[in-house]
Structures are given as C-alpha cells and as structure tokens.
C-alpha cells in the first residue's frame, strides 16, 4: 500500500518528463507513461479486489454467527419445552400406535374418542423431538402453543364445536410457507430473525378446518436441490438411511412423514419438491396443477421475496402416508374462500365425486426418458404397477411420445440468468459446494459454450453437449423462442393424450433412489422426471409401490460418462430403499390425478412400514463453514 501510494504521488507531481524522473522511485525510471498507468491500475484494482474480499468473509462471520445464535436458542427452547411437557416419546402409553396411523385413521380414532387432540400432539411432539436428534428434518418448533391449542381443540369437542374436518390434527410446514411469528428463510442465513407478520392463505385455510401447525421443516439452501442442506439448519437425513438425503426442497417434510412425526406436511415443488422427498421417503406427495393453489405467503429465493421467473411456476402441495391424507388438504384448500382472498386464482372448488369415483380408467406407460435412464428399481416399479392396474380392470397402453427434449428446455428456462437472483438473495453468503456443477453450467460464457459443446460432442459425452448448450445466455428473441418450443412440445403431448384417450400417466419416479450427502451436485439431473410436470404446468403425484431388492443396487451405462459413473457408484447400497410410481393426468383435473393414485395406491397394495429411527446413527454437523470452498460432513456415532 505504500509503494503504490508513493507511485501514485510520483505520478501527481510535476509535468515535465526530467523532473518525473528526479521524482521517481528506484526501478520506475525506465517505465513509459502507458506501462506505468498500467501498473497503478493493476495495483489499485488488486487492492479494490483485496478489500472486496474481506469485505465479504467479514460478511459470512456475520451471518454465520446469526445462524450459529438462532440454531442455539432453538435448541435451548426444544430442551425446556421437553422437560416442561414431558415429551419423551419412549414413555408415551400410545405413541407408537397413534403415530402409526395416516391422517385419516387418525381423525377417525380422535372422532371415535379413542384419542384426546392432546394425546395425538405429544405423540407426534415427541416424535419430532426424537427425529430432531437423529436425522434433523425440523427448524423452528411451536410444540408449546400447539399442545396448548390441542387442549383447546379437546374442549370444543365436548363442547360439541368442530373447527372443521381436521380438527385437532397436527400438520408440518415446510421452512418457506409463511407463518405469523416465525422466519421463513428458505435456507439462506440472511433470513433469521425475521419474523414474517402475517400467515400464509394456505395455513390460513387448513387451520380453519382445523389443523394445528406443531413444526416446520428443513430445506436446501435457496430451494432448488434434492437435497435438504443449509448453512442455518444444517443437513437432514433420510429416516431409511441416514447417510442420504431425504431430498429437496419439501425434504423436512419427507422425513418428518416417513418416520412417523407429522402426519401431514405442506411443502411446495418447483421441480419435483414435493414429488422426490415423497419418492425419497417412501410417502406419498402431490403437486397440483400450477397457478390452481395460491401462493400468496410462500417465500421465494430471491430479493424482496418477489420472483420475475414465470415461466415454469411452483405450486404448494402436500405430502402424507397415504393418498387419502392428500385429499384431506386438497379439500382444504381448494374453496370459494381461497379465490376470494387472492383473486389470482380460479374460483374451482374441489370436485369431490371425481376424487372418489370408482369408474376404471384408462392409464398410459411412460416407461423411461432417454436423457436419464432410470435405476432397475426404478423402472420395476413403473411396470409393477401397470400390472397391477391391469389385473385391477383398467385400460392399460404404452405412451410412445419422445419428452426426452424437455431436462434441456427446462434448466434453459430457469439457469436464463446464470443464478442471479439466487446470489441476489444469498447476500453476502456463500452458494452452497453443492451447487457448483450447476453454477459452472449456468455460468459459462456464451462464447465458450459452443467450444465446450463441440469437445464433449468428439468425446461422446452427448449428454453432457446439450446440457452446457441448454445454458446459454438468451437475447430477449431467444428466450421467447424458448418458451416457443415449451408450449410446442407440451402442445403436441397434450394431443397425443387426447388423440388416444389417455386418461392418467404412469410414469417413473426420479432415476435414482435416495441420493447420498452431496450426490445431487452431479445426480440432480435424474430429476428429469419430475420437473417434466412443472414445465407442463401438469398436476403430478407421487405413489409409494416397492423397495429396491437385492441386485437392484446398480445402474446400467447408457451414456458411459461421468454422470453415469456417478449414478453407477451412488446407487451401491440402495438395497431397502423405498421407490415409487408418478401419476400425471391434464392440467385443472387434479381430482382425477388423486383418483388414479388413489387406483395405483390399491392395486398394488404396498404396506406402509415406518423406518425405525435407530439408537446409534449417523449424525451430521449442523453447518458447513461458510468460508470453506467444500462442504464436509463427518460421521460419528452417539451412544
């Protein structure tokens, strides 16, 4: 700093070239005018570059330590609200029995007087504590004002007051859905301590009818992995196999639901959030047709809470042990009162004879997508269930459409500003190691794209040429040219469907069962089969049919480059994991979507076994060091 300071002094005083030359410093005599400047600009923007750098690591101490500060006072309350009220699951009477039930049964046994509403918030309270300790799906707790609201919920009943249908049953809410009081931070660090003031339309309406917020649930930093990680909450794990992840974004609320401690969750699915934590988890998940659910108090990732994308729209949607626990919150949220409260969506309130018909349909086989071959479980599955609905009575017919070109169309769509807003919104914290394929693929120079493109072109990597070509950076034309080819494609899907009278898809769940910590990075493109929804804007659900058997636990090259490497070596191990059917049907006929996962869901006539949450598991840090340039997650065990 001070020989550029004497530089730039030098260079200040004096006009003549002899007395520069008296002035200057010992090895800058021989220096021309143009080389000299040249030099104080490297040094003045070395120094700009130096300062922007501690600029920035002061700012991840800041948030590290607000994210270190919140996650300690939660966990400060969770142990005095456990020795307040007692919640300890092991020595509840009924625990098991209660949280073994689906929503419905469970309405049923507290309508029944089987069950006090207080009885089932303790089981399911205590559950979330216990999970908390192993796997970590949860973030804020209102266990306190829940049990409290129970207790209120039993004393109505006597009464002869009902809120509603679910009254008295305890719901989980995904870390973006806002709720009065609490942060939604959408895992991002910057978003603690505050508050939101006001309470979603969605949780509006279920607690109308009844329900009773008890928990919220994790989520991956910015909401767009299958994963379940961040710098404030730390990493869930999956309730099968805590070495994986429960998925992402909802993958709070598929573990939370899998393991028997909430049972119902709201998340929401931009990409396939709500659908692969459900296929992850084993448990059922619905994503409804885009733009039918409000989304006013849902928080988006990016500044101001505000997101221009709208081209591929999220949608909330609910994850249960069972297809009729999604009813229950269909029912809930789609009403006159939802359209009244946010104009911008249709008034359409549920058609519950469509819901509950018993008519045979006649379902397509989608069998696999030519961008991301499934895993051998997972296309059992897929040709499990037709059989299934074969020997049930239904039309079952191959679907012989292409939609291979969608996985580029898509991260084409949503990667048009190369992240921005996702870094908009960090503020200052570090993007996520988990992110950084995706970022690179983003972020290459328009220039660069067609090189690259060519080289993995010769090398065979044809794959991976048209996911660094999806990328580039569109002009104003090419983006609408995008879209173009979207609604083309999803035009001509549309009428083949018609043209053949397909009534419901049965399509695979993503390509590979649940990933291990960190798979995502490379294997999040397996989610091809999800996001193929939310491109079309089609309601799309999920269906729990089967685990992967012995000498499933392999994946087949297709491709024979890295992703295929990655898939073949991340699949090892898989062998007990639970996978899954997708059910697709036209956008706006989300209560025939239900019943045809309702047809699949008793054709195949999968038990719903609960994964036991073991007494010695793999327990992760809480938080990645937010200036590390990888993420570490160690592996210890506790006694």
Not at 32 to 59: H, P
Not at 435 to 449: D, G, K, Q, S
Not at 558 to 579: E, F, M, N, Q, W
Request: proline share 6%; charged share 25%; aromatic share 8%.
């Amino acid at each position: 700093s001070k020989a550029t300071v004497s530089v730039l002094n030098w260079a200040k005083k004096g006009k003549g070239a002899d007395k520069r030359s008296q002035m200057a410093p010992a090895g800058l005599q021989q220096l021309s005018r143009f080389q000299l400047f040249a030099l104080v600009a490297t040094v003045y923007y070395a120094l700009r570059r130096l300062r922007g750098a501690r600029a920035a690591r002061s700012r991840q101490k800041i948030l590290q330590g607000k994210a270190d500060r919140k996650r300690r006072e939660r966990d400060a309350k969770r142990r005095q609200v456990v020795a307040d009220e007692g919640l300890d699951f092991k020595a509840l009477k009924d625990g098991v029995a209660i949280v073994s039930l689906p929503a419905g049964q469970l309405l049923a046994a507290m309508e029944a007087g089987r069950y006090s509403a207080e009885e089932v918030m303790r089981a399911f309270c205590a559950r979330s504590v216990q999970a908390a300790g192993e796997i970590n799906p949860v973030t804020e707790e209102l266990y306190e004002d829940a049990i409290a609201e129970a207790k209120k919920c039993d004393a109505e009943r006597r009464a002869g007051r009902l809120r509603g249908p679910l009254h008295g049953l305890p719901i989980s809410v995904k870390d973006q859905v806002h709720m009065e009081g609490f942060d939604s931070t959408c895992g991002l660090a910057d978003r603690v301590y505050q508050p939101k003031e006001y309470t979603s339309v969605l949780i509006t309406l279920l607690k109308e009818a009844g329900a009773i917020p008890f928990v919220r649930s994790n989520v991956p930093q910015c909401l767009m992995l299958p994963e379940s990680m961040n710098n404030v909450w730390g990493a869930s794990g999956n309730p099968y196999a805590p070495n994986r992840t429960p998925g992402g974004s909802s993958g709070g609320e598929g573990a939370l639901v899998a393991c028997g401690a909430s049972p119902l969750g709201i998340g929401t699915d931009i990409g396939g959030s709500v659908r692969i934590p459900a296929a992850y988890c084993g448990v059922a998940g619905f994503k409804p047709t885009s733009q039918r659910i409000s989304a006013h108090g849902v928080g988006v990732p990016r500044p101001d809470d505000r997101n221009g994308q709208n081209s591929v729209f999220g949608v909330a949607g609910p994850l249960a042990r069972d297809v009729a626990g999604l009813e229950l919150v269909m029912r809930a949220w789609c009403c006159e009162k939802m359209a009244t409260v946010d104009p911008k969506v249709p008034c359409l309130p549920w058609d519950a004879a469509v819901a509950g018909s018993r008519r045979k349909l006649k379902f397509g086989v989608w069998r696999a997508d030519r961008f991301f071959p499934p895993a051998p479980a997972v296309a059992r599955a897929v040709e499990e269930a037709a059989e299934a609905l074969r020997a049930a009575g239904h039309e079952v017919v191959e679907v012989g459409f292409d939609l291979s070109p969608n996985t580029p169309m898509f991260l084409g769509l949503m990667a048009a500003d190369r992240m921005r807003g996702f870094l908009d919104a960090l503020n200052g914290e570090r993007l996520h190691p988990f992110y950084n394929y995706l970022y690179r693929l983003a972020t290459l120079p328009n220039a660069v794209r067609d090189v690259i493109g060519t080289v993995k072109r010769w090398l065979g990597s044809t794959r991976e040429e048209k996911l660094v070509l999806a990328g580039k950076l569109p002009t104003v034309y090419e983006w609408w040219e995008r879209v173009k080819a979207r609604d083309a494609l999803k035009s001509e899907y549309i009428e083949y469907l018609q043209r053949h009278g397909i009534e419901a898809v049965i399509a695979p769940q993503p390509a590979l069962p649940a990933l291990q910590h960190g798979g995502s990075e490379y294997l999040a493109l397996g989610c091809t089969y999800t996001l193929l929804w939310n491109n079309f804007h089609f309601p799309a659900g999920h269906v729990p049919t089967t685990y992967v058997r012995e000498g499933e636990d392999v994946y087949p090259a297709t491709y024979h480059d890295s992703i295929d490497r990655k898939a073949a070596a991340d699949t090892r191990g898989t062998v007990g994991l639970p996978v899954g059917v997708q059910v697709v049907t036209l956008p706006w006929q989300d209560e025939l979507c239900i019943k045809a996962m309702r047809d699949v869901e008793s054709a195949v006539a999968r038990s719903f076994a609960q994964p036991e949450l073991h007494a010695h598991s793999t327990v992760f840090p809480l938080t990645q060091d937010f200036t590390a340039p990888t993420v570490r997650f160690g592996s210890v065990f506790r006694k």
